[in-house]
């Protein structure tokens, strides 16, 4: 895709194993230290997952390689509700589960309020959808409910997450 705006051309697809010094860099600038998730466990999560998840790149000059922008990962379960336990033990991904679990969206931050997580994540969206799952749920802090609500995704409260010792509120998109 090309954004004629900034003369800048976009590329989303599939994470592979290969990525993953990109995408352990990216979470540690995108979240504080508590918060992120661990090289091991990004690495676990591509060996189980990488189908769920989704990097976009900034490519210049149609180049094969792009730089990483935003991601967005997760996995399948037939659980309804997000529970810490689920970002480490890649092992409860279960292929033809009905919802589609959000682990992080992230974007450089020179990179933000410029549409791109947006662009990111309903291109997700669209991707579950065709898989004929019930829905995506995910957490948030508090200053990003209005960002998912304008997706389409519905407050449920806060959660019960602790992870990171930060309050989360848990958000859900039904399909």
């Not at 000059?61 to 997760?74: Q, R």
């Not at 689920?86 to 092992?91: A, D, G, K, P």
């Not at 994540?121 to 960002?147: A, M, N, W, Y």
């Amino acid at each position: 895709m090309y954004n004629q705006r900034e003369n800048k051309c976009y590329k989303i697809r599939n994470a592979a194993l290969q990525d993953l010094d990109d995408i352990a860099a990216l979470e540690s600038i995108c979240f504080p230290k508590k918060e992120a998730a661990s090289r091991e466990s990004f690495e676990n999560r591509l060996q189980v997952f990488a189908d769920y998840f989704w990097l976009l790149e900034q490519r210049e000059n149609n180049a094969e390689d792009g730089k990483l922008v935003s991601m967005v990962n997760g996995m399948l379960t037939d659980a309804t509700d997000l529970v810490d336990e689920m970002y480490e033990n890649s092992n409860m991904h279960t292929e033809d589960g009905k919802w589609f679990m959000i682990f992080g969206v992230e974007t450089r931050p020179e990179y933000q309020k410029k549409g791109l997580a947006g662009l990111l994540l309903k291109h997700v969206i669209e991707e579950i959808r065709k898989k004929d799952k019930s829905g995506i749920v995910l957490t948030c802090k508090e200053e990003l409910l209005k960002f998912y609500e304008k997706l389409g995704f519905k407050n449920e409260g806060i959660s019960r997450s602790t992870h990171g010792d930060v309050v989360w509120y848990q958000m859900r998109l039904k399909f």
